[in-house]
């Protein structure tokens, strides 16, 4: 199984940026899905959490400007990320609860793509 990480980049404060995390390989389903970030210097944080059924949680410092969401169908996972502030610098890692079969459940954990925010 593999996440594959992607829409990183650079923007400016204020700004908005889209990551998306897709997950492939022999898999049978994808329960809870996590945008996690490290900033250099910073330990790695959680940023947001998404069940299978939808329901969401978020760390204090992006409530009201980042939303997550999924699409089963695809075992991918997205992150809008709005209001952008230079401390929203960092590298962001999707990681996922993958059952490889009815009995098993995994998690693994995705290459990371770097957003960094200009002030």
């Known amino acids: 199984v593999q996440l594959q990480a992607s829409g990183g980049g650079l923007v400016q404060a204020g700004g908005s940026l889209r990551l998306s995390c897709a997950a492939s390989g022999s898999l049978?389903?994808?329960?809870?899905?996590?945008?996690?970030?490290?900033?250099p210097g910073k330990q790695r944080?959680?940023?947001?959490?998404?069940?299978?059924?939808?329901?969401?949680?978020?760390?204090?410092?992006v409530k009201g400007r980042f939303t997550i969401?999924?699409?089963?169908?695809?075992?991918?996972?997205?992150?809008?990320?709005d209001s952008l502030k230079p401390e929203d610098t960092a590298v962001y890692y999707c990681d996922a609860d993958v059952m490889v079969n009815k009995n098993y459940e995994f998690n693994y954990e995705g290459q990371g793509t770097l957003v960094t925010v200009s002030s």
Do not use: H
């Open 28 to 39: 049978y389903r994808v329960n809870d899905m996590t945008w996690k970030r490290q900033a």
């Open 45 to 61: 944080e959680l940023v947001a959490k998404i069940t299978r059924g939808g329901t969401s949680d978020y760390a204090d410092s």
């Open 69 to 81: 969401s999924r699409d089963n169908a695809k075992n991918s996972v997205y992150l809008q990320m």
